[in-house]
């Protein structure tokens, strides 16, 4: 079964910093660009970053690093200097080639308070 | 950065109602476009790619079609099982931003 499973989510203080991790399964992980997405509560879909099969990443958020390693058929996501406004459930997402977001994990929940 | 725009934010139908749902994008992207649909807690769900192929077992009474700037999803004869929030989302160059998305709730 083709299957994305995160995890590494919880509560942190304000400043602090976490890493998620996505495990992937049923499918040849490092043919396929990698993405994470967050959604704050009440709110709608916010696309953070991409990483291509060969390792090249974007991001749009300057506090949050994707890194993958094909061989352990793993993405991660470090997030520094969290603040309250990070508080989401971070989804990681499949890409098919030059497509859309074709399977999602089924995301974990990060929440910054003190 | 594409910015995508979805019309309306909610919408209050019916079953068997037909529904559509717009999104414009701030500047073209051809057909490099998906819809999604997500229900409470769930993750989203992939239904049409590239503005208006079907995705492998969604049901055919979801449709998709434009080009550019402008797209439409519509549901001919909405189920109970399609009361959900539908997002969205441009894949042209190297952003894949969504829509804001549109809650479709029973009237």
């Known amino acids: 079964e083709v299957q994305l499973v995160e995890s590494g989510g919880g509560l942190v203080q304000p400043g602090g910093s976490l890493r998620l991790s996505c495990a992937a399964s049923?499918?040849?992980?490092?043919?396929?660009?990698m993405n994470w997405v967050r959604q704050a509560p009440g709110k709608g879909l916010e696309w953070l970053s991409y990483?291509?099969?060969?390792g090249n990443a974007d991001s749009v958020k300057g506090r949050l690093t994707i890194s993958r390693d094909n061989a352990k058929n793993s993405l991660s996501l470090q997030m520094n200097s969290l603040r309250a406004e990070d508080t989401a459930v971070y989804y990681c997402?499949?890409?098919?080639?030059?497509?859309?977001?074709?399977?999602w994990g089924q995301g974990t929940m990060v929440t910054v308070s003190s | 950065d594409i910015q995508m725009t979805q019309s309306p934010s909610t919408l209050s139908a019916s079953v068997g109602d037909r529904v559509t749902i717009t999104c414009r994008a701030s500047q073209t992207i051809s057909t490099w476009l998906a819809w999604y649909q997500q229900k409470p807690g769930k993750a989203p769900k992939l239904l049409i790619y590239k503005a208006s192929s079907l995705e492998s077992g969604v049901p055919s009474r979801f449709s998709g079609s434009g080009s550019g700037t402008e797209f439409t999803l519509t549901i001919s004869g909405l189920q109970p099982d399609d009361f959900a929030t539908y997002y969205c989302?441009?894949?042209?160059?190297?952003?894949?931003?969504f829509g804001q998305g549109t809650r479709v709730e029973i009237k």
């Open positions: 049923g499918f040849t992980f490092g043919s396929y660009e």
């Open positions: 997402a499949r890409r098919v080639l030059d497509g859309p977001f074709d399977i």
């Open positions: 989302q441009q894949y042209n160059g190297y952003s894949r931003t």
């Open positions: 990483i291509s099969s060969g």
